[in-house]
């Protein structure tokens, strides 16, 4: 098992740059909003992440812990296409969003549809 301080290191910090983020946003409510739902996320997804890697392999635990994983991330890469999006002209932003879609897309084929061969590791 991992040491507990990388992990707790890793939250510290981000806790802290979304602090700082939240900040600086000088009380812009969307921006803020934004800021606590992506660090939100970020906190289901690395839970996601811990429950998949202590579920046994082949079990429904995993199999759940395996749809939070992809949900989670699906959510954040929306998220992030929204806010790059409405930065860009529209050509580049229906490229953003067709690279997201991509990425989505991909995640699911690998996490769901593809064969896995018959390993311990699952």
């Known amino acids: 098992m991992a040491s507990w301080w990388p992990t707790f290191l890793g939250f510290l910090l981000l806790t802290c ?16 909003l ?10 289901v997804l690395f ?27 699906t959510l954040l890469t929306a998220m992030f296409s929204w806010r790059v999006s409405a930065l860009m002209p529209p050509p580049l932003a229906a490229a953003v969003w067709l690279t997201g879609c991509s990425t989505v897309m991909g995640g699911f084929y690998v996490l769901f549809l593809r064969p896995r061969p018959n390993t311990a590791d699952d």
């Open 17 to 32: 740059n979304s602090a700082i983020a939240i900040h600086r946003s000088g009380g812009h409510a969307a921006t803020i």
């Open 34 to 43: 934004f800021v606590g739902a992506t660090y939100a996320t970020l906190v």
């Open 47 to 73: 839970c996601s992440l811990r429950r998949f890697e202590t579920a046994p392999p082949g079990s429904a635990a995993r199999d759940r812990a395996r749809a939070g994983v992809w949900l989670t991330t």
